[in-house]
């Protein structure tokens, strides 16, 4: 790995905590996840912060976090899925981090995001279409970001670690 974190991005759902969590067991390494990080250093959930402040406001507050969280050394960053769509954000994941893109198909990521109540992008917009659209539209910031990619569909964590880690460090 020529760089000194590896930084896990990709849509909502692709599966990027879950992702870092196994990773942290398999490398050793320790897993941060920017989306937690904000709500620890802000006191309020994601979906509170959007509610209260609007998106930019949030949009900020993860630029900052991200900046701060790239300063530290041999982590797995696992972030949020709209960090791409700002090119300084890009900038500072490409300096400081190996960049791996997770991908998932709208109906997988559906399956895995349907429950959910803290993705304030998603809130009233739970469906195929929406997830189809606004995947489209962020296609290209995904690729151009990423070092690597690796398509989650169908596969068991412990595939896509493997996959990860193969790629990553070439093994
Ligand atoms: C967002 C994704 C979320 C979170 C916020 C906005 C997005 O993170 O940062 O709700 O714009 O795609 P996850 O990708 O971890 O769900």
Do not use: W
């Given at each position: 790995?020529?760089?000194?974190?590896?930084?896990?991005?990709?849509?909502?759902?692709?599966?990027?905590?879950?992702?870092?969590?196994?990773?942290?067991?398999?490398?050793?390494?320790?897993?941060?996840?920017v989306d937690a990080?904000?709500?620890?250093?802000?006191?309020?959930?994601?979906t509170d912060i959007f509610d209260a402040y609007g998106e930019e406001?949030?949009?900020?507050?993860?630029?900052r976090t991200l900046k701060a969280i790239?300063?530290?050394?041999?982590?797995?960053?696992?972030?949020?899925?709209?960090a791409v769509m700002r090119s300084e954000n890009v900038k500072a994941l490409k300096h400081y981090a190996t960049v791996v893109l997770?991908?998932?198909?709208?109906?997988?990521t559906l399956e895995r995001v349907k429950d959910s109540e803290n993705r304030p992008i998603l809130n009233g917009n739970m469906n195929t279409q929406y997830i189809e659209a606004l995947m489209k539209?962020?296609?290209?910031?995904?690729?151009?970001?990423?070092?690597?990619?690796?398509?989650t569909d169908n596969k068991s964590v412990d595939e896509i670690?493997?996959?990860?880690?193969?790629?990553?460090f070439g093994l």
């Amino acid at each position: 790995m020529k760089k000194d974190n590896i930084a896990l991005i990709g849509f909502m759902g692709c599966g990027k905590t879950t992702i870092a969590e196994a990773l942290e067991r398999k490398l050793g390494m320790k897993t941060v996840d920017v989306d937690a990080e904000i709500v620890k250093r802000k006191g309020m959930e994601i979906t509170d912060i959007f509610d209260a402040y609007g998106e930019e406001y949030f949009r900020d507050y993860e630029t900052r976090t991200l900046k701060a969280i790239l300063h530290e050394k041999g982590q797995i960053i696992s972030c949020g899925g709209g960090a791409v769509m700002r090119s300084e954000n890009v900038k500072a994941l490409k300096h400081y981090a190996t960049v791996v893109l997770l991908t998932a198909t709208p109906k997988t990521t559906l399956e895995r995001v349907k429950d959910s109540e803290n993705r304030p992008i998603l809130n009233g917009n739970m469906n195929t279409q929406y997830i189809e659209a606004l995947m489209k539209q962020r296609k290209k910031h995904y690729e151009a970001a990423a070092d690597l990619m690796i398509a989650t569909d169908n596969k068991s964590v412990d595939e896509i670690c493997d996959e990860l880690i193969r790629k990553t460090f070439g093994l």
